[in-house]
């Protein structure tokens, strides 16, 4: 609840209007071409073993929240699966309404001995369409902490849905290298 009552403190990036052809929600990437998704620190995870469920911020590079997302997972699986749990992440504008819903199911049965197989895949396996690179959070932050920056960079015309991948992916990318298990 903390998570969203930050919201009025936070400068959002201004809305942008209706744009032919686009999912409703996605019009924000339009007009960037790099996005930095920052999660939440969370007090609870540093004073004990206790694995929460996951929350970031979406900023554009002037540091203008575009999205905040909030994973939902099963407490007995963060603690069983540890990063290679199944989860749910929502992503949400700045109305709050529900923009990109993404899944990440259980892929096998032995998810303690981390041999899960994930899929990311693309047409051909030739073309770049951007980078997603983990930023340096400051050392206590990375010392003490899970809660991780990556930066994403993309062309400015690239479709908004291939956009949104990457945002996804960078969660994705965030579990399975980055997540410490408790």
Request: a positive charge; aromatic letters at 14%.
């Amino acid at each position: 609840m903390a998570f969203r009552n930050r919201q009025s403190m936070i400068q959002w990036m201004q809305t942008p209007g209706i744009i032919p052809n686009c999912p409703p929600g996605l019009e924000y990437l339009t007009q960037i071409n790099q996005l930095l998704v920052c999660q939440r620190f969370d007090l609870l995870e540093v004073l004990g073993c206790f694995a929460t469920s996951k929350k970031y911020e979406v900023m554009n590079n002037q540091g203008h929240r575009i999205y905040y997302a909030e994973e939902r997972s099963n407490c007995f699986l963060r603690y069983l699966c540890g990063p290679s749990r199944p989860f749910t992440m929502t992503i949400y504008d700045n109305v709050g309404r529900d923009v990109i819903t993404m899944h990440r199911t259980l892929r096998s049965s032995c998810c303690w001995r981390n041999c899960y197989v994930q899929k990311l895949l693309s047409l051909d396996e030739e073309i770049v369409l951007g980078k997603i690179s983990k930023k340096w959070a400051g050392f206590m932050r990375e010392l003490f902490t899970n809660a991780d920056k990556f930066g994403i960079q993309f062309p400015l015309d690239l479709d908004v849905k291939i956009k949104a991948l990457m945002l996804g992916a960078s969660f994705l990318i965030d579990y399975m290298y980055f997540e410490h298990w408790p």
